[in-house]
């Protein structure tokens, strides 16, 4: 009898000791998607070999900035923060794939000014998103101005290096604006190298045949936002714009994803920590 007691005092030990870990990991996780992983940006080195590159533009670097959510829940000491990382690695460019505000108030002279502290060699391009379009694209655009930071609607720029050309185009938001690719590449030339900036990944299912773009630029899915281990695409806060994140094969051309700095709906990230991609470009013979 005595020694069935002490099995049943063991095991009830036991539960309580496994239900107080349980209890301690649910805490742990709770703290770290609440204080630690939204801060906790990651910087990404992707390398993309693109066949139609031209040899001039071999071993490009792009700082890529997308998803900054300025409101409530994203402080400017974030985003000051991605700047100074962005600059740390001394980028050759920079682009920012839209959703710069969350609300009309964070559009602020304060945030054109952090902004603005980019530095790249040949320049800083953006794309609006649609948070910027439901929040007031036109402040946003007085924003982007301010901040120095080209704004490309359904256009491009043409940037060239020893005689080799590359365009850097934009196009409008997938939700609430009118992309357009035709009038984004108009008058590029042929042989010139082609990047896409557009906010929403799922327009490289849509997009036209021609012209040819050689490489699109997103974000928009936050990479799901808060990933729960063992559940995959179920385990997705955003599962519905999620799993798209890193770089994506699409028939049309590859897409680089970015996770983004920011956050929309709950103030938490989990397994997924915000991302600044430096992509390299290879010209692939």
């Given at each position: 009898?005595?020694?069935?007691?002490?099995?049943?005092?063991?095991?009830?030990?036991l539960l309580?000791?496994?239900?107080?870990?349980?209890?301690?990991?649910?805490?742990?996780?709770?703290?770290?998607?609440?204080?630690?992983?939204?801060?906790w940006?990651?910087?990404?080195?992707?390398?993309?070999?693109?066949?139609?590159?031209?040899?001039?533009?071999?071993?490009?670097?792009?700082?890529?900035?997308t998803?900054?959510?300025?409101?409530?829940?994203?402080r400017?000491?974030?985003?000051?923060?991605?700047?100074?990382?962005?600059?740390?690695?001394s980028?050759?460019?920079?682009?920012?794939?839209?959703?710069?505000?969350?609300?009309?108030?964070?559009?602020?002279?304060?945030?054109?000014?952090?902004?603005s502290?980019?530095?790249a060699?040949?320049?800083?391009?953006?794309?609006?998103?649609?948070?910027?379009?439901?929040?007031d694209?036109?402040?946003?655009?007085?924003?982007?101005?301010?901040?120095?930071?080209r704004?490309?609607?359904?256009?491009?720029?043409?940037?060239?290096?020893?005689?080799?050309?590359?365009?850097v185009?934009g196009?409008?938001?997938?939700?609430?604006?009118?992309?357009?690719?035709?009038s984004?590449?108009?008058?590029?030339?042929p042989?010139a190298?082609?990047?896409?900036?557009?906010?929403n990944?799922?327009?490289?299912?849509?997009?036209?045949p021609?012209?040819?773009v050689?490489?699109?630029?997103?974000?928009?899915?936050?990479?799901?936002?808060?990933?729960?281990?063992?559940?995959?695409?179920?385990?997705q806060l955003?599962?519905?714009?999620?799993?798209?994140?890193?770089?994506v094969?699409?028939?049309r051309?590859p897409?680089?994803?970015?996770?983004?700095?920011?956050?929309?709906?709950?103030?938490?990230?989990f397994?997924?920590?915000?991302?600044?991609?430096?992509?390299?470009l290879?010209?692939?013979?």
């Amino acid at each position: 009898m005595k020694s069935l007691k002490s099995r049943r005092r063991v095991r009830r030990g036991l539960l309580t000791a496994t239900g107080s870990a349980a209890v301690g990991n649910a805490v742990g996780a709770l703290v770290a998607a609440l204080l630690i992983e939204p801060r906790w940006i990651h910087v990404t080195r992707p390398t993309v070999w693109l066949p139609d590159l031209p040899d001039g533009w071999d071993g490009l670097r792009i700082a890529h900035l997308t998803d900054l959510h300025h409101g409530r829940m994203v402080r400017l000491g974030l985003i000051t923060e991605a700047v100074r990382l962005a600059n740390a690695e001394s980028p050759d460019l920079v682009v920012l794939t839209g959703d710069f505000v969350s609300r009309p108030g964070a559009i602020t002279t304060a945030l054109a000014k952090a902004l603005s502290k980019l530095q790249a060699p040949l320049g800083s391009y953006a794309v609006l998103g649609n948070h910027d379009h439901s929040t007031d694209a036109g402040g946003v655009r007085e924003m982007l101005a301010a901040a120095g930071i080209r704004l490309l609607e359904n256009s491009h720029v043409l940037l060239a290096r020893g005689g080799d050309l590359l365009a850097v185009a934009g196009v409008d938001d997938l939700w609430f604006g009118v992309p357009h690719l035709a009038s984004a590449l108009r008058d590029v030339p042929p042989e010139a190298g082609r990047l896409l900036l557009c906010h929403n990944p799922a327009y490289a299912r849509r997009m036209p045949p021609v012209p040819r773009v050689d490489l699109m630029i997103s974000g928009h899915t936050h990479g799901g936002q808060v990933r729960l281990p063992m559940l995959g695409r179920r385990g997705q806060l955003l599962r519905l714009l999620a799993p798209q994140e890193g770089l994506v094969r699409r028939r049309r051309c590859p897409v680089y994803v970015s996770r983004g700095i920011g956050m929309v709906g709950l103030p938490v990230r989990f397994n997924c920590r915000p991302e600044l991609p430096i992509i390299t470009l290879k010209a692939q013979s």
